[in-house]
């Protein structure tokens, strides 16, 4: 009769872990709609070694399961336009730099500040004399 009684501690005491694994890991719902047709589910001699952690990330045995292989798949088109799209992005980048370099560089003028590159001579100002009248 104990060795009955071990067994029911023992169904019990996992039913308890199960219960806190559930609560600590909450349940992903599984669409298999999305699966491709070369996917089955897993059969039942094969669940034990299939795990899932707090983010949702699969782990079979023990170790987390890994995608080999390219992951992401452009067509030469889409790399090219990815390609002309970074180049893009970096001279508008600095252009950007410059713009601000520019902008700041005209203030620090403007307002006697220190500037990287000498400021020019202010302009003479002087009223243009015009030529006396003729007539």
């Not at 089955?40 to 034990?48: C, H, K, N, T, V």
């Not at 045995?61 to 992005?89: C, H, M, N, S, Y």
């Not at 001279?91 to 500040?113: E, F, L, P, S, V």
Request: net charge neutral.
């Amino acid at each position: 009769m104990s060795a009955e009684e071990s067994n029911a501690e023992r169904v019990e005491r996992e039913n308890r872990e199960r219960e806190d694994q559930f609560h600590r890991i909450p349940f992903q719902k599984i669409d298999k709609s999305k699966w491709p047709q070369t996917v089955r589910p897993i059969a039942i001699g094969e669940a034990d070694g299939l795990g899932i952690d707090a983010g949702g990330r699969l782990h079979w045995d023990g170790k987390p399961v890994e995608i080999i292989g390219r992951r992401l798949d452009l067509t030469w088109g889409q790399f090219w336009i990815a390609v002309a799209v970074a180049i893009f992005t970096a001279i508008g980048g600095i252009g950007a730099a410059a713009q601000g370099w520019t902008a700041y560089h005209d203030w620090a003028c403007r307002n006697k500040r220190t500037s990287i590159l000498a400021c020019p001579a202010p302009l003479d100002v002087s009223p243009i004399q015009q030529p006396p009248n003729a007539g």
